[in-house]
C-alpha cells in the first residue's frame, strides 16, 4: 500500500514533469507581429504586414498599376530593426516564407516613398535602428508562415498564418463628402460642365466635340509625413466606360488665384482651389481620383449625377 508521503512525492514530480513540458513549448513559439525578436546583435520587429492589388504611381509613368498576373496581390511588409550590440552590424535581407516553406517574390525598386527598400549590407551603428518596407508579389488567398531576417543566427517572426486577402473596400465618397487613402483626403465640393467661362475680357469656350468640366476641390494633408502637396496634374477623370482623361487646358477664363495650387502640405494643412479639364462632349462622367505614388487604391470620389 502507497503511503501518503509517496502519493505527495508522485503528485509534485508529475507536476513537475508537466511545468517543465509547458515551459518548452511556449519556449518554441517565436515572438508575432507588434514584438520584438532578437539574437544578442540585432532585434527585429514586424511592424505589420498588408496586401494590397494595385499600386500608384504619377499619371505620367501610368497612374494606376495592377500586379501582371490577376490573380496575384503586393505584400507591403513594415519592420523596425535595431542594434542591440557594441558594433555597427550590417543588414541583410528579410525573406516572407510561406506555408511550404517558400519564399515570395520581391519587388524591388518601386521608387513609392513610403517604401524604404533595404539596401544590401546596409549598415546601422550601435543603439540606432531603421524602418525598412519591403515588397512582394504573392498569390491571392496563399497562407504566409513567417518573415525571416537574415542573421548569424537567422532571427524569424511568425505572421500566425496570415492570408494573403484584401480588406472590403471603403463606401465610394460622393460629391461633398471627404475620400482619403494614404495621408491625402480629397474632398470635390462641386463638378459643372459650364458652356463658357469668363474672366474680364476672355471668354474660354470647348473645342468642338469638347466639354469643360469645372471642378472645386480640396486636398488635406491627413499624416504625419510634410511630403504631401497639392498637384493638379494628379487629377484622373474617370468616365462610365471606365476611360480616364487628364487633359489639362490654359487658365483663361478663370482667376488665377482660384485655380488649385501646387504647393507642399504640412500635416493638417488643406488648400482649395479649382481646375478645369476638357473631355469628349459625349462623356458620362463617373469618378474623380487623386493619383499620387503610393500602395494601394487612390482616394476617389463619385461624382456622377
Given at each position: 500500500m502507497q503511503t501518503y508521503w509517496g502519493c505527495q512525492i508522485r503528485f509534485v514530480l508529475l507536476m513537475s514533469v508537466l511545468f517543465s513540458v509547458l515551459l518548452l513549448?511556449?519556449?518554441?513559439?517565436?515572438?508575432?507581429?507588434?514584438?520584438?525578436?532578437s539574437n544578442d546583435k540585432i532585434g527585429v520587429t514586424v511592424n505589420d504586414i498588408q496586401f494590397y492589388d494595385q499600386y500608384?504611381?504619377?499619371?505620367?509613368l501610368g497612374g494606376v498599376k495592377k500586379p501582371k498576373d490577376e490573380n496575384s496581390l503586393f505584400a507591403l511588409v513594415t519592420l523596425t530593426v535595431e542594434n542591440l550590440g557594441n558594433e555597427p552590424q550590417k543588414i541583410k535581407r528579410v525573406k516572407l516564407i510561406d506555408a511550404n516553406g517558400q519564399d515570395a517574390d520581391e519587388l524591388i525598386g518601386l521608387g513609392l516613398p513610403e517604401i524604404k527598400d533595404l539596401k544590401a549590407d546596409?549598415?546601422?551603428?550601435?543603439?540606432?535602428?531603421?524602418?525598412?518596407?519591403?515588397?512582394?508579389?504573392?498569390?491571392?488567398g496563399s497562407v504566409w508562415d513567417r518573415v525571416s531576417f537574415?542573421?548569424?543566427p537567422p532571427i524569424d517572426i511568425s505572421l500566425e498564418s496570415r492570408e494573403a486577402t484584401m480588406p472590403p473596400p471603403p463606401p465610394l465618397a460622393k460629391i461633398g463628402e471627404p475620400a482619403e487613402s494614404g495621408g491625402v483626403e480629397m474632398t470635390v465640393n462641386s463638378v459643372t460642365t459650364p458652356e463658357?467661362?469668363?474672366?474680364?475680357?476672355?471668354?474660354q469656350s470647348a473645342?468642338?466635340?469638347?466639354?469643360?468640366?469645372?471642378?472645386?476641390v480640396t486636398l488635406k494633408n491627413v499624416s504625419i509625413q510634410p511630403s504631401h502637396s497639392s498637384n493638379e496634374d494628379n487629377l484622373m477623370l474617370i468616365d462610365a466606360n471606365n476611360k480616364t482623361s487628364n487633359n489639362i487646358v490654359v487658365y483663361l477664363g478663370i482667376p488665377v488665384e482660384e485655380v488649385l495650387p501646387l504647393k507642399d502640405l504640412a500635416p493638417g494643412e488643406s488648400v482649395r482651389g479649382k481646375v478645369l479639364r476638357t473631355v469628349p462632349a459625349d462623356a458620362v462622367l463617373?469618378?474623380?481620383?487623386?493619383?499620387?505614388?503610393?500602395?494601394?487604391?487612390?482616394?476617389?470620389?463619385?461624382i456622377s449625377k
Open positions: 513549448a511556449g519556449c518554441g513559439q517565436l515572438p508575432k507581429v507588434g514584438e520584438q525578436a500608384c504611381d504619377t499619371w505620367l546596409e549598415v546601422i551603428n550601435p543603439g540606432a535602428q531603421i524602418t525598412v518596407t519591403d515588397v512582394y508579389v504573392v498569390p491571392k537574415s542573421a548569424d463658357q467661362l469668363t474672366h474680364g475680357i476672355i471668354t473645342k468642338p466635340g469638347s466639354k469643360l468640366v469645372l471642378l472645386d463617373s469618378k474623380l481620383q487623386y493619383v499620387f505614388p503610393k500602395m494601394g487604391p487612390p482616394p476617389e470620389v463619385d
